[in-house]
């Protein structure tokens, strides 16, 4: 086991999901997933139960999905309703459901026990909905392990270096972090506080400030597929406060759902809510292209370790100071894929 499966994992964006059948792989188990006429997102394992044919390569009948093999058809909650010449339906004819929720841009699935979802382990992404706030959002598929993505987003001195041009500036690597772990929640915190620092192409271009200017980057990851960066960008020396009343600043929330689809690839979902210049479509398209460019940096990156890495999941490598958090988040994930192993066994012994 290699990622934690008691979990919530994005599996798609809002908008891709239809009244089509959409397949996906999470945690290396193919998903179905669809919506009802009522709207409602539905989840099931991606495999009839007669021939292994995926369902995704099926119709929608109503709320039901057909298999495209031999027309088995299958209720949302998994239950055979038809098999094409008998009227007997087997008791085995049933694919397994799984629980999704809809959460700020994206679908969310529990690769859990599929009777037991924790709907209260989904985080809070109140920046999609509110009027306040505009928002952007994409997606990019990795060659590379969950992990390594975590590792990337964890450790931001890269910026320097990796995306000198677009967020990266000389004070990203330079400034120390502060590092703080929540053992109990799964949560770590990374912050880099900078002040009278260059403004890069990135702030500049969506918020016209220039250099000088006060940048916050404050981290939160929530183990194991979570990550939100709150970042604070100011004219230098302003006096700061919360979101909704610091007038000099502006505020983004960059949000990744970090959801691995085997153990040597990963979807990258991510979106970047503002709270100024809303309704500014020429900014919508600015900080869309400019964000997904630095994620096809990491991107590449990341695909050129994972060449190198083979099946090693640890490789030999030296860590540094701005590798506390990064180093936080491995044992966090060891601790829940740890714990769900005992758990395993436990059960297995009864």
């Known amino acids: 086991m290699t990622y934690p499966k008691h979990s919530w994992y994005v599996v798609a964006s809002t908008g891709e999901i239809g009244t089509e059948p959409v397949g996906r792989t999470v945690c290396g188990d193919p998903i179905v997933l669809y919506r009802t006429t009522d709207g409602v997102v539905v989840g099931l394992d991606d495999r009839c139960p007669h021939r292994g044919y995926p369902l995704s390569a099926g119709t929608l009948c109503g709320d039901e999905i057909r298999c495209g093999y031999h ?51 989904l985080p809070d992404i109140p ?79 969506s918020t016209g400030l220039r250099s000088p200017i006060d940048r916050w980057q404050d981290i939160e990851y929530h183990a194991p597929g979570y990550y939100l960066l709150h970042v604070r960008v100011a004219p230098v020396g302003s006096t700061p406060h919360d979101d909704r009343d610091d007038p000099q600043a502006a505020h983004m929330k960059v949000l990744y759902a970090i959801t691995p689809i085997d153990d040597h690839r990963t979807m990258d979902f991510w979106a970047v809510c503002r709270d100024f210049g809303i309704g500014d479509a020429e900014l919508d398209t600015f900080i869309a292209e400019s964000n997904r460019a630095v994620v096809l940096q990491d991107v590449e990156a990341l695909n050129l370790i994972e060449s190198r890495m083979g099946d090693t999941w640890d490789p030999a490598e030296v860590s540094l100071k701005i590798d506390t958090g990064g180093l936080a988040a491995r044992r966090v994930l060891s601790a829940l894929i740890a714990s769900e192993r005992e758990t395993a066994v436990s059960v297995g012994a009864l």
Request: glycine fraction near 10%.
């Open 71 to 121: 027309g088995l058809r299958f209720t949302p909650d998994g239950r055979c309703s038809y098999v094409p010449g008998q009227d007997r339906i087997p008791s085995r004819a049933r694919v397994t459901p799984r629980p999704v929720a809809e959460r700020g841009p994206w679908v969310w699935v529990w690769m859990g026990d599929p009777q037991a979802p924790d709907f209260d382990r």
């Open 127 to 205: 920046w999609a909905t509110d009027e306040a706030w505009a928002h952007v959002d994409g997606m990019e598929l990795l060659d590379a392990r969950y992990g390594l993505l975590i590792d990337n987003l964890l450790d931001l001195s890269h910026e320097t270096f990796l995306h000198g041009g677009l967020i990266g500036t000389p004070e990203v690597a330079e400034t120390p972090i502060t590092t703080t772990i929540d053992e109990e929640e799964a949560v770590v915190h990374v912050s880099r506080r900078m002040e009278g620092v260059e403004c890069p192409k990135f702030y500049s271009g």
